[in-house]
């Protein structure tokens, strides 16, 4: 599977155009991030860090960490912005908080091949991780053209958040292969039963 794509229902993916929004979809239709390899597939699959990554300490502390932010980013992309809102200002500190980590630090290396690759410097740590999706967090939130462009899948029972980037701004599902494809079906059958009545 090309992990910038889902092609099943079950996969973890990475299709609603931001890395904090990613995250969001990582408890739908269940939760995704129930032990430690999910989460490393994610990492990676996210593009937080490049492919090969050692990332032997991601542990049950880290499922803890990413679970808190993506409650977090829930809280603030899902709402409209409000001071008012208890929790969204503590979801908006908390964020602010992880976003003041140093995140991973990445540099060009040649690789076997001759290419220059990214790796990173170091070992990424949870709080580093954390701290670049809070950091995507805070550039969605104070980007006045990507905030408006935040959608909920019009699919039936599905809570995916995702940008619409689409022309036209009409897109309406988190994916037109899964949710459009179901809605598609739905159409069908619904104007097959009537044909037959």
Same mark, same amino acid.
């Given at each position: 599977?090309?992990?910038?794509?889902?092609?099943?229902?079950?996969?973890?993916?990475?299709?609603?155009?931001?890395?904090?929004?990613?995250?969001?979809?990582?408890?739908?239709?269940?939760?995704?991030?129930?032990?430690?390899?999910? !989460?490393? *597939?994610?990492?990676?699959?996210?593009?937080?860090?490049?492919?090969?990554?050692?990332?032997?300490?991601?542990?049950?502390?880290?499922?803890?960490?990413?679970?808190?932010?993506?409650?977090?980013?829930?809280?603030?992309?899902?709402?409209?912005?409000?001071?008012?809102?208890?929790?969204?200002?503590?979801?908006?500190?908390?964020?602010?908080?992880?976003?003041?980590?140093?995140?991973?630090?990445?540099? *060009?290396?040649?690789?076997?091949?001759?290419?220059?690759?990214?790796?990173?410097?170091?070992?990424?740590?949870?709080?580093?991780?954390?701290?670049?999706?809070?950091?995507?967090?805070?550039?969605?939130?104070?980007?006045?053209?990507?905030?408006?462009?935040?959608?909920?899948?019009?699919?039936?029972?599905?809570?995916?958040?995702?940008?619409?980037?689409?022309?036209?701004?009409?897109?309406?599902?988190?994916?037109?292969?899964?949710?459009?494809?179901?809605?598609?079906?739905?159409?069908?059958?619904?104007?097959?039963? !009537? *044909?037959?009545?």
């Amino acid at each position: 599977m090309a992990l910038g794509t889902a092609t099943a229902p079950y996969e973890l993916r990475f299709d609603s155009g931001r890395i904090c929004l990613d995250l969001l979809a990582t408890t739908h239709p269940e939760e995704r991030l129930d032990s430690a390899e999910p !989460l490393r *597939a994610w990492i990676t699959g996210s593009g937080l860090v490049p492919a090969g990554t050692p990332l032997a300490s991601a542990d049950s502390s880290w499922i803890v960490g990413f679970r808190e932010l993506r409650g977090h980013i829930g809280q603030l992309v899902c709402k409209e912005p409000s001071g008012d809102s208890r929790s969204f200002v503590i979801a908006l500190a908390r964020v602010n908080e992880l976003a003041r980590a140093e995140p991973p630090v990445p540099s *060009a290396v040649w690789d076997a091949g001759g290419s220059l690759v990214r790796a990173l410097c170091s070992a990424p740590t949870c709080a580093a991780l954390l701290a670049a999706v809070a950091r995507d967090t805070v550039e969605l939130l104070t980007d006045p053209a990507a905030r408006a462009s935040i959608r909920q899948c019009e699919g039936d029972n599905c809570p995916i958040v995702y940008l619409d980037t689409s022309r036209g701004r009409r897109r309406r599902w988190c994916s037109s292969e899964v949710c459009g494809n179901r809605e598609r079906v739905a159409r069908h059958r619904r104007r097959a039963a !009537l *044909a037959r009545a």
